[in-house]
């Protein structure tokens, strides 16, 4: 039951975030592409440096998770050509819709009818992705 109350209350805070910092705004993304505004630049790349600390201290540290187990980072296998086709699909998703996933449910939460069809989108991609994955190298 802790394990749910935390992870609800961090979903919340996340959800309050992208709210406060308007990230699911089709205006704010917008002038990111055009290079108008360095607002989501500046969201984004507090979050990369925010997962670089924390993966820097997994790495160094015994960091046990909410269950007592160890949190350890595993490297993983770089790929050129899962990474452009994943790249691609998120990419062109989020030119499509003006939003990326995160958002997406955000505009879910306040019962805006695109949030759902943006979902709908997200899943139609994650499967579409799961059915090219075992084809494209590994390395």
Not at 20 to 48: K, P
Not at 53 to 74: L, P
Request: hydrophobic share 55%.
């Amino acid at each position: 039951m802790l394990k749910f109350i935390i992870t609800l209350v961090l979903g919340f805070l996340f959800g309050a975030v992208l709210i406060g910092s308007e990230a699911f705004s089709w205006y704010r993304i917008q002038e990111m592409f055009y290079f108008e505004s360095f607002h989501m630049y500046g969201l984004l790349f507090s979050a990369i440096g925010t997962s670089a600390i924390f993966v820097f201290i997994f790495k160094r540290k015994d960091v046990k998770s909410i269950n007592g187990e160890e949190i350890t980072v595993t490297e993983k296998q770089t790929g050129w050509k899962r990474a452009i086709f994943g790249g691609l699909i998120f990419g062109v998703g989020w030119a499509i819709s003006g939003a990326c996933t995160a958002p997406i449910y955000v505009l879910v939460g306040f019962k805006w009818e695109i949030g759902l069809l943006l979902f709908a989108g997200v899943l139609l991609g994650t499967y579409l992705y799961s059915l090219v994955a075992s084809k494209i190298e590994k390395k």
